[in-house]
């Protein structure tokens, strides 16, 4: 009578995800994170099959109960974690076994393995060996879902292909990765205003040059597009030479002097075009403070996170990407500029107004960014 | 530690919460009862042969045994225990005689028709005395549409094996291209002569029976011959299928409810009682549209589509996606040629009004002069 109470009850919990459970060909849910030199994992293996290899129904009455499975969670980790090796380069791995759950899946109960593994050697690829109830069930798969840097990665694990290599990262393309870069340098140039500012203020006298005292337009396009190319290829030059050196580790500045820099070096080229003091030239003063801007691009690209692998992609790709972002304002900006360079509204109003006004802006940043003081907070 | 919950989307649901159940007593799982006297010779000839993995007798009987299983429940884990048991044989140049028959009959359950007609191609060449080599070959180019061939697998069965079973097959085959009315007659004539036929093969004429008197429209004969069929108490996931097709189609839902709840674990046998559920509109039928969802998506996650023809008729009445359920019945088109894989693209064409899809199974049925009326009526009901 008391066991059949205690049918009763565990059937009114559970009869509903048994009555529609399916047939299907026996699969395992392997998913994987590696993450800070570990790999941390989840098994989901289902009861039938751990039952048919290592005989869980202890009493023999066709039922898995949770105190039958609890008692041999070591007898199922140590079988499960048998089966299933990992290694890094030639170095076998230690698997720990964790805490045993139980989950459903579309053809009943699984046994939820977690478990820890330690690679002494994470720096080299990571391999693992699946070869969990393939002695018995030929049709068996290992559906694995692996984690890392943000990444998933997947396999169907077979007996004509136990095993998985693990992509490191920076291995997964390099191609893609170039591109990513890219497009985050691209990203940046576009969402960093001072890199912009600092650039027109550097163009709008591009197709004027001081004479007697006063910005007169240009006669032919030829000076005004070499100045350009001058002025840019400087600021390029620059701002890729302090890049790179901050993320190879060779220089390294605090960031809030690096940004009250940027934002002297954009007031200074606003003021510049109200009172010039360099009348030629002014390459020099691009490079004098592209060499500062690399230093904050230096830190959002740290900051995005780099694969310690290899640098040189990421960096020429993020490089690139930069130098596609400022061609891309340059080409939009020479035409219009050098057609609109006799007029009032250029000379005027965009040069000195926008000169003007780019420099009360950079004022702002460079006392917020100095003094930290949020007078932003007041305008805004 | 947060593990992602994702292996692509549309599977989450895969994926509950684990937990730790709250009393020893709790039941996880139900196996087949271990007392189960079949279940018992299994692991005793499983115990024996874990003690000689070589010996080709006991691994052909234990294999025979667990691929049967897989047929009669539906249930593929047999079938891989028994592509296991058969290990150390499987990928020798030349297997085994026996090896090769049950190879094709494992192949041919996981939709690989070419390796499954090679493997019998090699066992007739070896010995062209071999029935189960021929009935194989038969049954699977019956699969494919190739009824003529079918037909010509079925003719040495006359000399090889027992009348019943020769008749069947020829029959089956015949009645698909052009005689349906005279392999009917001829079948049931053959059955009524020979009570004293094995259960099995009762069963396996009894279905075919039925399901020939289904396409000629007879549907009072069709009912009595499922009807005797099932009254042989031999479990068989086909003829549960069949049957509850045939009172689908004559609008008698509550039966198929009352003929399936007994057992939903084969996927084909849960889409029948889903779709007499929508019939009744029952308030089960939300969970096992969600059941057959997640039953298709982790045969995906395995990268196996076996079901299509199920698949493609879930998608079509219980998704209620034409243009997708179209699809899918094109691809299962290009693998298996049955009348009811006609019947799945043909209304997935005319839902999805895409006239010019089901145009090559109406060139299909031309040439083989398919006798099948539902199939008919779907035709009429085209533009």
């Known amino acids: 009578m008391k066991r059949g109470i205690a049918y009763l009850i565990p059937c009114l919990l559970l009869c509903a995800p048994a009555a529609v459970l399916a047939h299907k060909p026996s699969d395992s849910y392997l998913r994987l994170v590696i993450q800070d030199q570990r790999i941390h994992g989840q098994w989901d293996i289902a ?17 898995i109960t949770w105190g039958e499975l609890r008692t041999r969670h070591e007898a199922i980790a140590a079988y499960a974690l048998g089966h299933l090796q990992f290694s890094a380069g030639e170095v076998f791995c230690a698997s720990r076994p964790g805490e045993q759950l139980v989950d459903y899946h579309s053809d009943g109960a699984y046994g939820v393995l977690r478990f820890s593994v330690n690679c002494p050697a994470v720096s080299e690829p990571i391999e693992l060996r699946y070869g969990l109830f393939f002695e018995f069930d030929s049709l068996h798969r290992g559906l694995l879902s692996l984690e890392y840097q943000g990444r998933i990665q997947t396999a169907v694990l077979s007996p004509e292909q136990p095993t998985f290599r693990v992509a490191p990262p920076s291995a997964l393309s390099p191609w893609r990765e170039f591109l990513q870069f890219g497009r985050e340098g691209v990203w940046h140039i576009w969402i960093g205003y001072d890199h912009i500012l600092f650039l027109l ?12 005292g006063r910005w007169q337009a240009v006669t032919t396009f030829r ?79 740290l900051d995005l996170g780099l694969p310690g692998a290899s640098l040189w992609l990421p960096l020429a ?13 340059v080409s939009a900006f020479l035409p219009l500029a050098f057609m609109a360079r006799y007029t009032w509204l250029y000379q005027r109003l965009i040069m000195k107004g926008g000169s003007v006004l780019i420099a009360l802006v950079a004022s702002i940043w460079l006392l ?12 805004g | 530690m947060a593990l992602p919950l994702l292996l692509g989307t549309g599977r989450v649901a895969l994926y509950a919460e684990p937990f730790i159940p709250s009393s020893d007593d709790q039941v996880l799982e139900r196996l087949r009862a271990p007392s189960d006297p079949q279940m018992r010779k299994l692991s005793r000839l499983r115990r024996t042969l874990a003690q000689e993995p070589h010996n080709l007798p006991l691994a052909l009987e234990l294999a025979r045994q667990y691929s049967e299983l897989g047929r009669s429940e539906a249930d593929p884990r047999y079938d891989g225990y028994a592509m296991a048991v058969l290990r150390p044989w499987w990928n020798k140049p030349s297997p085994p005689l026996e090896v090769l028959v049950l190879r094709a009959t494992l192949r041919q359950r996981r939709h690989d028709f070419d390796g499954a007609l090679s493997d019998l191609a090699q066992v007739i060449a070896r010995q062209p005395n071999h029935p189960q080599a021929w009935l194989s070959q038969a049954v699977i180019l019956q699969v494919r549409g190739d009824h ?31 005689q349906a009315k005279d392999s009917y007659q001829m079948l049931r004539t053959v059955l009524e002569e020979r009570p004293s036929a094995t259960a099995q093969e009762q069963l396996w004429a009894l279905t075919v029976l039925a399901e020939m008197a289904v396409r000629l429209g007879h549907t009072q004969a069709a009912e009595a011959h499922f009807r005797k069929a099932l009254s042989l108490n031999l479990r068989d996931t086909y003829l549960l299928g069949a049957f509850a097709d045939f009172l689908l189609d004559e609008g008698r839902p509550e039966e198929v409810e009352a003929l399936l709840k007994a057992d939903l674990r084969p996927d084909g046998l849960l889409l029948r009682l889903a779709l007499a559920e929508q019939q009744l509109t029952s308030s089960q039928l939300a969970s096992h549209v969600q059941n057959l969802r997640a039953r298709f998506a982790a045969n995906q996650m395995r990268g196996e589509r076996l079901h299509l023809r199920d698949e493609a008729r879930f998608t079509l009445h219980l998704l209620g996606q034409p243009e997708k359920a179209l699809q899918l019945a094109q691809r299962n088109w290009a693998v298996q040629k049955e009348p009811w894989d006609a019947r799945v693209l043909l209304e997935a064409a005319l839902e999805a009004h895409d006239s010019p899809a089901a145009q090559p199974v109406l060139d299909w049925l031309q040439s083989t002069r398919l006798e099948d009326q539902r199939l008919q009526d779907l035709i009429a009901a085209f533009p």
């Open chain 2, 148 to 178: 003529e061939a079918a037909r010509r697998s079925c003719l040495p069965l006359l000399r090889q094996t027992s009348a019943l079973i020769a008749t069947t097959c020829v029959a089956s085959a015949a009645s698909l291209s052009g």
């Open chain 1, 317 to 329: 790709g993020f490089n690139l990407g930069v130098e596609f972002g400022q061609l891309a304002i």
């Open chain 1, 368 to 379: 917020e960014r100095s003094l930290e003081l949020e007078l932003e907070s007041w305008f």
């Open chain 1, 201 to 212: 203020s550097l163009l709008l006298p591009a197709v004027l040059c001081w004479k007697r």
């Open chain 1, 223 to 301: 000076p005004a597009f070499w100045e350009v190319v001058k002025i840019v290829t400087a600021f390029t030059l620059a701002h890729s030479l302090t890049l790179s050196l901050a993320v190879l580790g060779m220089v390294s500045s605090p960031s809030r002097w690096v940004e009250s820099a940027i934002a002297a070096s954009v007031l200074v080229a606003a003021l510049h075009n109200l009172y010039p003091f360099i009348h030629h030239r002014l390459w020099l003063v691009a490079f004098a403070f592209g060499l500062v801007h690399g230093l904050g691009f230096a830190t959002i690209l």
């Open chain 1, 47 to 63: 009861l039938r099959d751990l039952d048919y290899a290592l005989g869980l129904d202890k009493n023999n009455d066709g039922l």
